[in-house]
DNA sequence: TTGCTTGTATTGGTTTATTGATACAAGAGG
DNA sequence: CCTCTTGTATCAATAAACCAATACAAGCAA
C-alpha cells in the first residue's frame, strides 16, 4: 500500500520511488513480483501516469526492478547479504532505533560515513 | 560539506536538509555548533538564500535546530548515534567497500536488516 | 493472425519550486 | 548609542515538476 502526503517535502514521483523501494527491501514485494501497472497505480493514487513512469523508470535505474513492455515491471532478486558483516549491521541498525532515529536518518549517516 | 546533484530527485531544498540532518545525527554537526549563513552557504551551492532558509526552518521544526536571529543557526542536543554505534557504522562501510558494494547497496542491506 | 495490456514518449497547460533582489527586525559587538 | 550579521519575509520572473490526453511499439494471449 502506497500513500501520499501532500505535505511532504519531496514530491509525488519522489515518494512513490521511496515506498516501492522500502517495499522491495523489506520483502513486502518479492523477487519477480509484479508492480501496478502505471495507469492503475497513477488512478488510485490520483496521479498522472507519467508520474508513475518516471518513478518506474528510476528504479529500474537504480537496478531494483526491471521492465519488459507487456510483461509488466517487476521485482529484482535482492543483493547478497553475506558480503557484509552482518553483525555490525545489526548493531548499528538497534543502536540507531534506540536512538529514535528513522531509517533514512540511518541511511543518510551511511552517506556521509561513505564520502568521509 | 554539502553536495548537490542536479540529477537527484529531490530539489535543491530537500537535499541540503537531507543532509545536514545525516551530518548532526552522525556527530560530525556536534551540539552547538553553528552552521553556516544562509547567504553563506547559498552563495557556496550556487543557490538562492532563501532555498537555504527553506532547509534551515525544516530542520527547526524538527527540532534539530535552534535560531536566534544574529545568534546564527545552531545545532540542538540529543539525536546522536553514540561512538559505539558510529564506529560499527564505519566498519560497515570499510567492508562494504572491499566487497565492491555501492553506497546504494549499502543504504539497501540496512533497509533489510530494519525491517527484519 | 487479431486484440489487449504495458511501458514509453510527446504535447500543451497548470501548478509548484527556485531564483535574484530587496527590505526589515532581532541580536551581538564595539 | 551605532554598526554589522543573521534569519525572515516579500516580490516578480524563471525553471522545473506535474497533469491530462494522446499515440505508439513491444510483448502476451487467444
Redesign the pocket.
Known amino acids: 500500500m502506497i500513500i ?1 502526503d ?1 505535505a511532504h ?7 512513490i520511488r521511496a515506498q516501492i523501494t522500502a517495499l522491495i527491501q523489506s520483502g513486502e514485494l518479492a523477487a519477480d513480483a ?9 488512478g488510485d ?10 518513478a ?2 528510476e528504479l ?1 535505474s537504480t537496478g531494483l526492478v526491471r ?7 517487476r521485482v529484482n532478486p535482492g543483493l547478497v547479504l553475506d558480503t557484509l558483516a552482518l553483525k555490525d549491521v545489526q548493531r548499528v541498525v538497534t543502536a540507531a532505533r534506540k536512538a529514535g532515529l528513522s531509517l533514512e536518518d540511518v541511511q543518510g549517516i551511511i552517506a556521509v560515513s561513505w564520502n568521509a
Open positions: 501520499l501532500a517535502p519531496s514530491g509525488p514521483a519522489e515518494q509484479r508492480l501496478p501497472p502505471v495507469r492503475q497505480l497513477a493514487l490520483r496521479v498522472a501516469a507519467g508520474t508513475v513512469a518516471k518506474y523508470k529500474e521492465t519488459g513492455r507487456a510483461n509488466g515491471t
